[in-house]
């Protein structure tokens, strides 16, 4: 029987490790790269971040498989077995630019359950993680069910691309939110925005999309808070395809659904 407690301490310590080897990294030159737009970078850490955990995690069983968004895990097509789901650097633009509000985001799920969830705000030096089922830490303080609040007071996670003309969603859709909400905030790492609805510092988070290794670790944080997590339409987020992302503690989560995106019809 896999002990999960055994290997969430190592996913700990080699987190730590990774975090500690990125700060280390902030003082020589990046190499910076572009992948799908100019906005969408990569530099030699993400790569390096990503090579050291599969090296680790392949060390420690060979049959674990992996998914990286930097592409040397392995490619899959099912859920089944045991399967560790990595963002080595989330927010590598802020990585790059600012230096901090960036995360590592790890995840591992055996036949599509989740086992175990970690955020490393690195720079913050803030450790969120989660056995499902025995509850979400932030450090080592226990998290506590996310309260609900009306929209009128709800601080909402959402990039102002959203609200202006874009290619994945009608701005006109969400206007209305912003107006209605106390305010939004965007951090430019979905990893941390997760984190923080999970702590409570935001009360909801939506974007159009993202990769499972974007929300898989913040999914598992969120729902072992009584949150709520879905795509945009309401169905379940896929942990093999790119989806759109609704989470937020459950009254706030309902009011968005009902209330702002019954027109919405995207992924």
Do not use: C
Not at 59 to 84: C, T
Not at 122 to 141: E, Q, R, S
Request: proline content about 4%.
């Amino acid at each position: 029987m896999t002990n999960w407690t055994n290997i969430a301490q190592a996913a700990k310590e080699w987190v730590l490790e990774a975090g500690q080897r990125i700060r280390e990294s902030l003082d020589e030159e990046l190499l910076v790269e572009t992948k799908s737009d100019a906005n969408d970078l990569v530099t030699n850490i993400d790569r390096e971040t990503e090579k050291y955990f599969i090296e680790k995690i392949k060390d420690y069983n060979p049959d674990y498989k992996i998914m990286g968004e930097e592409g040397f895990g392995d490619q899959l097509d099912s859920l089944d077995g045991v399967i560790w789901i990595l963002d080595p650097i989330d927010g590598t633009m802020n990585f790059v630019h600012q230096k901090r509000n960036f995360a590592i985001s790890l995840a591992v799920y055996e036949n599509g359950e989740g086992r175990l969830g970690i955020i490393y705000d690195v720079m913050a030096d803030d450790f969120y993680h989660v056995l499902p089922g025995n509850g979400a830490f932030l450090n080592d303080v226990r998290l506590k069910r996310l309260n609900n609040v009306p929209i009128e007071k709800a601080i909402i996670g959402l990039n102002a691309t959203w609200i202006t003309p874009n290619k994945r969603i009608d701005y006109q859709i969400l206007s209305p939110l912003v107006k209605a909400v106390r305010g939004t905030r965007s951090y430019g790492a979905a990893a941390i925005e997760l984190a923080y609805v999970a702590a409570g510092r935001l009360d909801g988070y939506i974007t159009m999309r993202l990769n499972p290794w974007d929300y898989a670790a913040g999914k598992l944080l969120v729902e072992e808070v009584g949150g709520k997590t879905s795509n945009l339409k309401g169905e379940p987020l896929s942990l093999l395809n790119p989806s759109s992302l609704l989470v937020g503690a459950p009254t706030v989560y309902e009011k968005i659904r009902e209330n702002y995106l019954k027109e919405y019809t995207g992924i």
